[in-house]
């Protein structure tokens, strides 16, 4: 099941580009730049999550929240705050409050927590399930155990199905290191990958590789 975020940024983000953080990390992000546009945006389609990053907008947010929770009661909120703004920890208005500045992995570990435990516990796409928490994958009637490293490793690929993602992208998102010389290592990760999920590994249908560019998962 892929995550849907609605992200309410406006033009003072500056270097704190969250949507294109939280894209990287898989999701599929929505952006709009007022709250009465997410409003308008909320009638017609459905999120799991709405982050409202409080600051680019130079205000507390909690405006945009409490308009939120009016129309959409249920409706998990991130607000992402300025350092020190008591008037957002007073109104209480956000499942979440995230005062700046905090890492992209606090980022995502907050969003996890706000998913339904059957979206954050098992992943679908195509033929592939993949447990997360048990690190078993199941593709063709067939079932693995994997280690967690393979196993985050696949969750990048499925959550971008269809997509490139490039070896030293996977490799910094998976081994949470800015250190990418070492893509061999990947390389490996990778033959035991296809080895789990490909009916015949040397000539992959669902895992292919991109000579030099990266990886994309076909289902």
């Known amino acids: 099941m892929t995550t849907k975020i609605l992200c ?17 990390k898989g999701y599929v992000v929505t952006n709009v730049s007022t709250g009465k546009d997410a409003l308008a945006l909320l009638n017609g389609e459905k999120f799991n999550i709405v982050m409202i990053n409080a600051p680019s907008m130079r ?3 909690v405006r945009i929240c409490q308009s939120l929770r009016e129309r959409l009661p249920k409706m998990p909120i991130i607000l992402i705050a300025a350092d020190g703004d008591d008037e957002v920890v007073e109104e209480n208005c956000a499942n979440i409050i995230l005062p700046l500045p905090f890492t992209v992995r606090k980022l ?4 996890k927590a706000l998913l339904p435990l059957q979206s954050s516990s098992r992943l679908k796409t195509g033929q ?3 447990d997360l928490e048990q690190h078993h994958v199941r593709c063709q009637d067939r079932k693995t155990h994997i280690t967690p490293r393979l ?25 949470d ?3 990418t010389d070492d893509t061999r290592t ?10 789990a999920i490909e009916e015949d590994p040397r000539k992959p249908k669902f895992l292919k590789t991109l000579r030099g560019v990266g990886y994309r998962l076909d289902v």
């Open 151 to 175: 196993s985050a490793i696949l969750e990048v690929l499925m959550r971008r199905a269809g997509e490139v993602v490039k070896r030293e992208e996977l490799f910094k998102q998976v081994w």
């Open 186 to 195: 990947l390389d490996v990760h990778i033959s035991w990958l296809r080895k």
């Open 8 to 24: 309410i940024e406006g033009k003072y983000a500056g270097t704190q580009l969250f949507v294109t953080q939280l894209q990287k």
């Open 108 to 111: 995502h570990n907050r969003v």
């Open 59 to 61: 205000t507390t947010g």
């Open 177 to 179: 290191t800015d250190f």
């Open 128 to 130: 592939i399930t993949l």
